[in-house]
């Protein structure tokens, strides 16, 4: 079994800085790419950021130059620094893991119960 676990949501003020971690734990083998997603009310999810094993990033166009993934592959882990957050940022922010759990079984598509975000002043 493999779950993935966030943690990092909260209240902010506009302007201001959040930081979300994802820690995947099980039975784990490889951990291609990983990504963060979120939801807005009434929208459908949409990709944020997404970072791949060999360290490139890929970003939503309202988020560049504000936020920035990173992954720790020793822990397991992928965050999302986010800086000058907008109320428009605000949503259910999900991660998302391609995984391997052994060498002879195909990746798959794992998702994080959710972190809620919210930019209000």
């Known amino acids: 079994q493999v779950q993935l676990v966030e943690s990092g949501g909260g209240l902010v003020q ?10 995947a734990s099980g039975s784990i083998f490889k951990i ?3 990504g963060w997603y979120r939801q807005a ?18 970003y939503e166009a309202s988020v560049k130059g ?26 259910v922010y999900y991660c998302k893991a391609e995984i391997a759990r052994a060498a002879w079984t195909p990746e798959q598509y ?6 809620q975000v919210t930019v209000s002043s």
Do not use: H
Request: glycine content about 12%.
């Open 14 to 23: 506009p302007g201001g800085s959040l930081r979300l971690s994802c820690a």
């Open 110 to 115: 794992y998702w994080g119960q959710g972190t």
């Open 41 to 58: 009310p009434g929208k459908q999810r949409e990709l944020v950021a997404e970072i791949y094993s060999d360290g490139s990033q890929n």
């Open 66 to 91: 504000r936020f920035t993934i990173s992954r720790d592959n020793a822990k397991n882990t992928v965050y999302l620094q986010m800086n000058s957050l907008k109320p428009e940022d605000t949503a």
């Open 32 to 34: 291609y790419g990983m």
